[in-house]
């Protein structure tokens, strides 16, 4: 089986930076064309791809993040992190790591059959 976890600090502040983990199970995030992406969803509003990495380290970003997002990976922990710069009240969301799909040009395109964590809180309060 494979499952995708997400980790992070919860609550930032303002200005500062986070990152974010997301641990895979039942799958190398090596194996040929596996994409691990990272999405959003702000309090009622809709999904948002941020970014992601590809089982070669090639990394993909969304124009409106790639000055503060930065995707990596340790192959040898098989996971794969988000950082973010710069938090504001807007990084306010429920972050999702996703396994699957594939992204041409700068957006992602799920396959319909992809891996999700179960998201993880992160809230930027003073």
């Known amino acids: 089986q494979v499952q995708l976890q997400e980790s992070g600090p919860g609550l930032v502040k303002p200005s500062q930076a986070f990152t974010l983990t997301c641990t895979v199970s039942?799958?190398?995030?090596?194996?040929?064309?596996?994409?691990g992406s990272w999405i959003r969803q702000p309090p009622g509003k809709g999904l948002e791809w941020m970014g992601a990495i590809s089982y070669s380290g090639t990394t993909y970003y969304s124009p409106s993040l790639e000055s503060r997002a930065s995707i990596s990976r340790d192959t040898s922990k098989n996971r794969f992190t988000l950082s973010l710069n710069s938090a504001t009240p807007e990084d306010t969301a429920t972050y999702y790591c996703?396994?699957?799909?594939?992204?041409?040009?700068?957006?992602?395109?799920?396959?319909?059959?992809?891996?999700w964590g179960k998201g993880t809180q992160v809230t930027v309060s003073s």
């Open positions: 996703a396994l699957g799909g594939d992204v041409v040009g700068t957006k992602w395109i799920p396959s319909g059959e992809d891996y």
């Open positions: 039942g799958a190398s995030i090596t194996t040929n064309y596996y994409v």
